[in-house]
């Protein structure tokens, strides 16, 4: 079996795991305060150009997104998403469950249009009744999207603009950022560091076992540790996710890891483009979404693990192949000899 | 000035109001088990040919409409709405704050399309990743909508099938439920109660000076008198609004008040179409949403008022002429005097 | 049948009731922007001698205390209170529904202990484990209390001083504040402007049909109105609780209804102990607790109303009688008659 | 230095990390559904002796007890525990963020009183007023308590007993599990899962990295994983914890760490109590509490690490030394070494 179905289907990259292994028997202390997290953080804070910054290691992204946007929300504010976004579809109602309403605009490729950001927020500040209604309080972004796609450097500037002239703050859902930032895009981590008042830097999907960095640039709202303890996210042996981010970040394995997927994933692009595979979205990233007819579907699967993305018309569907620090080039190679071969028996 | 800024610029129908003299000084149990909210409960039972039903009367419409969507929904759930609907929009995220979230679905002319919500809801069965999402578990419609449009009784009885094909109950807001009640639609009280699995029945707009009724024609979820307490909703004095909707119903005044404003409202869209003013919506409710030129507007105001509703074009705006009981004929043909003499002066 | 089982079981005292009348027909703006609200403020800032304080009006008790608690506290905060106090016992978990804890403290006479809430505050300071733990973000205090008893002006300052010195706001619930400003205290309405940071005037168990005044001395939250329209407080006809408080306060009724039930609340008082009748609290109040036989209460409730308040031991039980703006001197000496009368019997 | 200060210093028992070695390159499913975790299960099913349990595995300790308080508790409830339960004191109000209040009672060397509880719930349902306050809807106990103390069989059958008899279900936090099950008391997994309607076997702090396994042996609430989505629990890589159950369970493993941590803290006590040290509590399991003068603990900390517990007096305190699977015979001989050293040089 070939395995394309996502980015989390094995372990860890073995230098996480060996760096798990060294460290099990030094005594530490606990809630993230033992020295493995404290050098995650300082390396952390040198890729972001951010010395100021304060980092927290959380185990889960929907717990890291709740936490940030119901930390930095106030009661009378809910979060601006794309409809696509990951916290107004697939987290269960996470961000409502703190008492906050995500307001949803349109996503065009996955990602919000600064034009219709702004749009939003002047004509809320322009209707007589919005004392009414919902302030938008924050704005959420994912990096890449739920589409593999990806904002560019200058529409990340106008987004921080219009936070900025807004008087909100910016956050950013890097559950792959590895990938975003390995994708020939013009936006490093220290522009995200500097136009961003948080964001995450993803662990899960990007190589470890657990965990996600979230990172507060400019500080951390005040008494933040209470509040993770509070929702349930303040790990007993934080070191967990702070020797896997010191592995990760140490000596650059973080963008290794995206390099790596990012070129397969580029691969297996190609190779679909050149076989006539339709692609749903034009993804940079380590996810590509081909269309492919179901009968072929059926048959691939039994060679080839994938996810289902979504229905295209009644006979074809959209899914995902992904790529990631487990995926090997002859993987690929595999990959589309079982198309071809597939392909051929029709 | 001429009033048609909305449906509840004065106090309550003189009738109501006299219930209250009336009553100031009889002694009565707290809580809403006194004999005035006893014998209204009575009353709003007949009237829904609703024998079982459990009424409660909660002192404003957002409060109501959070009770009951907090009270019937279950953790995972969310309730359905048109994106227009007013808990989607205009009541600050309360239904968030209760830890829920709207699912928002398109609005066709203020209404849910039945079709439209069957399929949302077997698409989201469909999706092989539906527990990772909130779980549709309540449809939401106001009747009239905040367009003054209404469901007609087909619409109605397809929406009440589908949520019971799909096992959700379903919840009518009716804060202007007279005036629905009075447009000559096919719809009763009594269809409400048979088709709804909880419904309000509204005062606030209706000639009370406060006060919903809400009524769970099959039974109301357990413990909901606690529930109502926790949520801040149950009055010392459950009287006050008791006595209120003794005067409402005990002798129809309730359906006389709703067909008296929308008489009076027909009588304002039959002028304005008269005088060739577009209408917004073709509302048969109380509310009229005429569209004019901003000029003639600011002039209008110095002698009618009248609420804003929204921009339309650069040049005009769709404001909101109201009735309700307090308006009487003679400020209709005042009305179109002063639009005559402002539409002449141009 | 005499009344005494509480304060709240006749309509509204007559001036009251006669405000409404004469204000029904006067259009007025919504949502508390009417003119009888705006003069009802400003009286009340007079009565206060606190010319910049926001006061809002809220329909009821528990409300006004889940959002002056919900909304002064911040997410990783808890509120001290008497383990009595009604925000830990008989709210039925508004508190908590907003997500936040009540820190119940002992409990002396219904009030707070300066120097136990002190050596709280200095505990949790003192603890390496504190930020495991809600942190004490606000003080709640009732005057006057369950109990019926007060705290003088030197005990409120202790407290005043004490959250000052912690940083952490002081909130008066007031619910029977008439009673408490009439019963010969040294604790005047500017006193309790002076120290607290918000507190509530309550009308419902003064004299009113509904509706708190919630007032902050030094100004409200940020976007206050939000949160209010949030938790479901807004009324649209905000003019029937502004109504209400302008009659309460234009010419000093609120002082007066205050000084009449506490004046024959102590005849009751005096009449009790005058009968060798035991009280369970020496309550300067409008309520008075006697302990009585079960057996005689048995007899004592066909002619009289009161409230029963706990046991007290296997064969009597301590019992509230209330007085308010409703109560008569003449009835104040039937309840004496029929007492002896009972007790005669014996 | 020697390390006493939690259970929780080192990273996981070797036998631990071997499984995830051993298991890193094997593709799995997410969120749970993998080999590892469906395996675990089933030994965690056996050794329960609950064929027809519901296992779930999360992340952390207060996640879990939040999830399982806030999944099993109805809106108009709340969980009763000891004044001392980790919930009501040490997880900074996470029960209370999900809406619900902690209800204390008094807690006896950390355990609840079978008496008390009984007759706590009897007065709540006797209090006419009882609609208007929290309803007890779940009772919370801690095996071992925060004390490292025990509930024997005979009060965990009163417990269960009692919570049957009011409809209510019992919850066990088993954050220690593993040294209760250890301590030669009569309490066996088995008895738990009769007994109680959910509960935690801990892994965190009884030899693995991260977990707790959430035990509902007659089944979990409807839609639970949904419910543990939204509040941010689910893990993508559940692999991560079932395999490390699947460790601790699959040839008993779990109990072998207890019976060595209870072992050495046994010997830890009487060797304290030889030496005439008094100890806070007579705990039989691997934490130990005993009282030692300031001077003498700040001398201590140079060679010892411990957890402060809370002063005992002016001039001592009580302190934890805890033993887990990371210590080793030889330390509690150099403890001893260096305690006589110190108290030599007095």
Redesign the interface.
């Known amino acids: 079996?070939l395995?394309f179905e996502?980015d989390?289907?094995?372990?860890?990259h073995?230098r996480v795991?060996k760096k798990?292994?060294d460290?099990?028997?030094?005594?530490?202390?606990?809630?993230g305060d033992d020295e493995f997290s404290e050098r995650a953080r300082g390396y952390i804070r040198t890729a972001c150009a951010a010395p100021e910054a304060d980092v927290f290691f959380i185990?889960?992204?929907?717990?890291?997104?709740?936490?940030a946007i119901?930390?930095l929300l106030?009661?009378?504010e809910?979060v601006c998403a794309a409809a696509s976004g990951h916290i107004n579809?697939?987290?269960?109602?996470?961000v409502?469950?703190t008492?906050?309403?995500?307001l949803?605009l349109p996503q065009r490729q996955g990602k919000l249009c600064p034009a219709e950001l702004r749009a939003f927020l002047e004509s809320f500040y322009a209707d007589?009744?919005h004392?009414?209604?919902?302030?938008p309080g924050m704005v959420y972004i994912t990096h890449p999207t739920e589409y593999g796609t990806l904002h560019g450097l200058q529409e990340l500037e106008e987004i921080s603009d219009i936070c900025k002239s807004f008087n909100i703050p910016l956050y950013m859902d890097g559950a792959r950022l590895a990938y975003a930032l390995a994708a020939g895009t013009d936006v490093t981590l220290p522009d995200i560091a500097r136009l961003c008042d948080a964001f995450t830097i993803g662990g899960?999907?990007c190589g470890a076992?657990?965990g996600e960095a979230l990172v507060f640039p400019h500080g951390a709202p005040?008494?933040f540790?209470?509040?993770i303890?509070?929702?349930?996210?303040?790990?007993?042996?934080g070191?967990?996710i702070g020797a896997q981010f010191e592995a990760l970040f140490e000596d650059g394995l973080y963008f290794q890891i995206g390099r790596s997927a990012v070129e397969l994933a580029l691969r297996i692009k190609a190779g679909l483009l050149a076989r006539g595979v339709e692609l749903f979205m034009d993804s940079p990233t380590n996810q590509q979404f081909p269309v492919f007819e179901n009968g072929l579907l059926k048959r691939l699967s039994e060679k080839v693990?994938y996810s289902?993305w979504e229905a295209r018309g009644a006979a074809s569907s959209v899914i995902r192949l992904a790529a990631s620090w487990?995926t090997k080039p002859e993987d690929v190679e595999a990959l589309f000899k079982v198309l071809d071969n597939l392909r051929g028996e029709v």
Chains 1, 2, 3, 4 share one sequence.
């Open positions: 079996m395995y996502n989390y289907d094995r372990g860890c073995p795991l798990l292994c460290t099990n028997l030094i005594p530490a202390a606990g809630y185990s889960g992204g929907t717990q890291t997104n709740a936490l119901g930390g106030r009661p009378w809910g579809v697939h987290e269960a109602g996470a409502e469950f008492g906050h309403k995500v949803p007589p009744n004392e009414h209604m919902v302030f899960t999907k076992l657990c005040e008494h540790l209470t509040v303890k509070q929702r349930g996210a303040l790990m007993a042996k070191r967990l693990t289902f487990a």
